[in-house]
């Protein structure tokens, strides 16, 4: 015969709060594990430092009396970077024009001690277009180049188009890999580096209406960071290339098939609001 056992309300009660509260330790260092785990800590780092890079480029206003021209850059960058090195601790590629060959490329980066001068969100501007425009924000007074930085050329010993996009991918990067480019750079100190070709375009599009046109952007890099801006195109018939600076303290240097086709020197101090190719920088707040 089975007899009950009684158990006191004195003893539950001991037990239930023995259990409660190693639920509770449990979740006091759960929650202490999430709050220090390091990864999220970067992620959250990175996410805020994109909204400051983001809102930046927000503010800016187009204005032009060209009604195609939209008022305002695309709302997501084509590319994000890093320099630790040279201390950029993030940066942006932005775009001025929904579709065809951007109007403008504007890259934003986030440097902690800007040349001495404490946090700073640092801009290089590029002008694609000979069409008349002005971008003007809290950061930027009023940029209205008088043309194009990036001038297009025949792209001499080019293959057949391919009526295949995938193949004329494949065209564009091989086009690509036939350039290369060095750049010295003298901020704080100077150095010599060959750019790396990054091997993804930021950005393809058709840069007209015909038939098979096709077109890609690529970057020349100091490890991750942005030297030179590679515009590889064709209409479906001839190819063309065009080239651009994406930094204002180096001097730059491009080959095509082991020939310099392009270089430019270094730019000591702002060329001016109404220049192709500008650069700039802000103070800024971020992590």
């Known amino acids: ?171 564009l990067k091989e086009q690509a890999r036939r350039f290369s480019g060095t750049q010295e750079v003298q901020e704080t100190d100077k150095t010599f580096v060959h750019l790396r070709l990054l091997p993804r375009e930021i950005e393809r599009y058709a840069p007209g209406p015909e038939r098979h046109s096709d077109g890609a952007i690529f970057l020349f890099a100091n490890g991750r960071n942005p030297a030179l801006l590679l515009v590889i195109e064709t209409d479906g018939k001839d190819w063309q290339y065009g080239i651009g600076r994406l930094s204002m303290p180096s001097t730059l240097e491009m080959k095509l098939d082991d020939t310099v086709v392009w270089s430019e020197p270094r730019i000591p101090s702002s060329p001016g609001w109404s220049e192709p190719y500008n650069a700039s920088n802000s103070p800024a707040r971020f992590p």
Not at 128 to 146: C, K, V, Y
């Open 1 to 171: 015969m089975l007899r009950p056992i009684l158990i006191s309300s004195a003893l539950l009660a001991a037990a239930c709060a023995l259990v409660l509260g190693d639920a509770a330790d449990g979740e006091v260092e759960n929650t202490r594990a999430t709050s220090t785990d390091p990864g999220d800590d970067k992620n959250n780092v990175a996410r805020r430092r994109l909204e400051v890079m983001t809102s930046r480029i927000d503010s800016i206003v187009i204005s032009s009396t060209d009604p195609a021209i939209p008022n305002r850059m695309q709302p997501k960058p084509l590319f994000r970077y890093d320099d630790e090195t040279r201390g950029y601790v993030d940066g942006t590629v932005w775009r001025l024009g929904e579709s065809g060959r951007p109007l403008a490329i504007i890259t934003a980066e986030l440097h902690p001690n800007y040349l001495g001068g404490g946090p700073s969100v640092v801009y290089d501007l590029l002008s694609l277009t000979e069409r008349r425009f002005t971008a003007r924000s809290a950061d930027i007074p009023g940029w209205s180049p008088r043309g194009a930085a990036v001038v297009l050329n025949a792209l001499p010993r080019a293959p057949e188009v391919s009526a295949v996009a995938a193949k004329r991918l494949t065209q």
